[in-house]
């Protein structure tokens, strides 16, 4: 089964926290035990932080059986009206109505995709913080060199 991103990060953050964990755990390492416990809990607060983004953040959804019903109603009721069309006029303006339905259905395609691709720009704008984060994290590593 495919995973979210969400979980995907979740998964990788508090592997993270495990990870520092044992890392803490080493003798040769205990000189620096308060760093992997700040890292530790950071990374658990990141996978927390980003559990909720699937509450948080709801992706649209795109009711495919809806456009279908709603394409099978407008086939189907404009062959009726076009074989009832006193003349080539009236048939050309139901079939132009039609077209002008398919039209406004496909507006709310698009829409649906604008609404994702916000969706999709808010995830990222999540995932860019935790990335900053991490840069700062990197930093405190770094420092850390400083006592040894």
Do not use: W
């Amino acid at each position: 089964m495919k995973t979210s991103v969400f979980q995907y990060i979740v998964d990788i953050e508090y592997d993270l926290a495990d990870f520092y964990r044992r890392l803490r755990s080493l003798s040769h390492m205990t000189g620096s035990a308060e760093l992997f416990d700040f890292m530790c809990e950071h990374s658990q607060g990141h996978g927390k932080t980003v559990e909720s983004l699937e509450n948080k953040l709801k992706r649209p959804k795109l009711d495919q059986a809806f456009f279908s019903h709603v394409h099978g109603q407008i086939k189907e009721s404009l062959f009726e009206e076009v074989i009832a069309a006193e003349d080539m006029t009236e048939a050309l303006q139901k079939i132009s109505k039609a077209e002008e339905l398919a039209g406004k259905m496909y507006q709310l395609i698009a829409k649906h995709y604008r609404d994702l691709s916000q969706y999709y720009l808010e995830v990222s704008k999540e995932i860019t913080q935790i990335a900053e984060e991490e840069f700062i994290h990197r930093d405190m590593v770094l420092r850390e060199n400083r006592k040894y």
